[in-house]
């Protein structure tokens, strides 16, 4: 069955680092390509990481530099290591399972881990 589970946030001054994870049972990881995606007060969800189709990541220019996101296939999880973080970094974070191929939105998604920069 599919199931992610994020963990990882917090409350963080600016400046500070934080790193997320994403524990993915062995059906969503094996099927889909997990992301990272975000969703701030009052604003829509938007896409902060991935790998996709590429091998190589990408992220949302917002956080270029400053996050870097990575997996371990040994352990079925995915991560995202945030750093320099700013008060705009402040929402609930969503680990979610796509089709690899690139286009197509997330199936599933995660309850969310609460980043808090202030």
């Known amino acids: 069955h599919v199931q992610l589970v994020e963990s990882g946030g917090g409350s963080v001054q600016p400046g500070g680092s934080l790193r997320l994870s994403c524990a993915a049972s062995a059906y969503t990881y094996s099927r889909y390509c997990l992301e990272w995606f975000r969703q701030a007060p009052g604003k829509e969800r938007e896409g902060v990481a991935r790998f996709k189709s590429s091998r190589w990541p990408s992220y949302a220019d917002s956080v270029k530099g400053r996050f870097t996101i990575s997996k371990d296939n040994s352990k079925m999880s995915l991560y995202l290591q945030m750093n320099s973080l700013k008060p705009e970094d402040t929402a609930m974070y969503y680990c979610?399972?796509?089709?690899?191929?690139?286009?197509?939105?997330?199936?599933?998604w995660g309850q969310g881990t609460q980043v808090t920069v202030s």
């Open positions: 979610a399972a796509a089709p690899c191929s690139d286009g197509y939105p997330p199936l599933y």
